[in-house]
């Protein structure tokens, strides 16, 4: 349980620090920096194999590291702020190439 708890803050700092330097490199108003982490978040956690190193990067680091509740805020401010295309490419994207990305890290893992 600990194992996993320092897993989580580990990956919220490393998902804190690559969120501020994305948006400082590309100054966008689409939430580009949520969807990058979420897209390679769903890779990793693809190629994590259920084992114990899985309570550790699994769960606590990518769970940490990933975030659907910040996913669910800017895709809410988007629609309350009428900007429907990016609203509908940011669920669009999140959506499709979140289990592709899983399946491919799954896959390269040899699970598949």
Aim: positive net charge; aromatic residues 12%; glycine residues 14%.
């Amino acid at each position: 349980m600990i194992i996993t708890g320092i897993g989580a803050a580990i990956g919220a700092l490393v998902r804190y620090n690559l969120t501020a330097f994305i948006k400082g490199k590309l100054g966008t108003n689409f939430p580009i920096a949520t969807l990058i982490i979420n897209l390679t978040g769903a890779f990793l956690l693809g190629i994590v194999k259920d084992t114990e190193v899985a309570l550790l990067v699994g769960t606590g680091i990518l769970g940490g590291y990933t975030t659907f509740s910040t996913y669910n805020v800017e895709l809410l401010t988007l629609i309350r702020n009428k900007a429907w295309s990016k609203a509908c490419s940011y669920f669009v994207l999140s959506g499709i190439f979140g289990p592709v990305a899983a399946f491919i890290g799954w896959y390269l893992a040899g699970l598949c």
